[in-house]
């Protein structure tokens, strides 16, 4: 019989022991940087999302000639506006339209429902000769022009997990206590919180909290 070299037993445990703690500490760095990457994902995609939420705001807004809701010295989760319809005070030019004559009237809402933001918008009709300044102009009834069925029917969705925290659950604000003075300017807070336990990823995930606050001044006629 020969006599050949082997492994001792000894040899044979340390080595599964250094094997295994070597994979130990590689599975834990994939682990560990798989959950950042999804983290960070996830945090880029809510960023991106309110962004986007409060630019269709700034963009819409900025072009408004009027504003119903919140009114002056109210807030509110409803953010309703029209272009191109005056918002004067004479009895005359109340919600006359077009102010200018050529480009179309518009209206806007924005609304928040179960913690959802939605978007709604439409042309008002109007027939040539009527605008505001002539004997007759046309009036919008902004009671009934805003063709919204219900907030989260339709429209389109612009932002999920929405947190109202202006004072009483507000997302827009033309109250002086909130820093608005002024008639033609609105304060426009955005939220978005997700929460790790509540998607059941607690134990491997953050929360991911991100909030844009801004105030846009609109081109209130009259």
């Known amino acids: 019989m020969e006599n050949r070299e082997g492994f001792t037993l000894a040899e044979l ?12 500490s590689l599975a834990t760095i994939v682990s560990t940087t798989n959950r950042q990457m999804f983290q960070n994902y996830r945090k880029n995609i809510i960023k991106t999302n ?3 939420s409060m630019k269709a705001v700034q963009r819409n807004l900025a072009a408004a000639t009027r504003v119903d809701a919140p009114a002056p ?9 029209a272009e191109n319809v005056d918002q004067g005070f ?27 933001l939605y978007y709604y918008t439409g042309n008002i009709a109007y027939n040539a000769g009527t605008a505001c300044g002539t004997a007759a102009p046309a009036i919008w009834n902004q009671g009934a022009g805003y063709a919204v069925p219900a907030c989260g029917t339709g ?29 033609d300017t609105v304060r426009v807070l955005l939220r978005s919180r997700w929460l790790a336990a509540a998607a059941g990823m607690g134990a491997t995930q953050r929360d991911v909290d991100v909030t844009l606050d801004s105030v846009v001044r609109f081109n209130r006629s009259k």
Do not use: M
């Open 13 to 24: 445990v340390l080595a599964v022991f250094i094997f295994s703690f070597i994979a130990a």
């Open 50 to 52: 309110v962004l986007i």
């Open 73 to 81: 010295g109210a807030s509110g989760t409803v953010l309703a506006f």
């Open 90 to 116: 004479s009895p005359l030019y109340q919600g006359c339209y077009p102010v200018i004559a050529g480009p179309p009237a518009t209206w806007h809402y924005f609304c928040l429902n179960a913690a959802k």
């Open 155 to 183: 429209g389109t969705l612009l932002l999920e997990n929405v947190w109202a925290t202006l004072p009483g659950g507000a997302l827009f604000s033309r109250v002086p206590a909130d820093g608005i003075n002024e008639a």
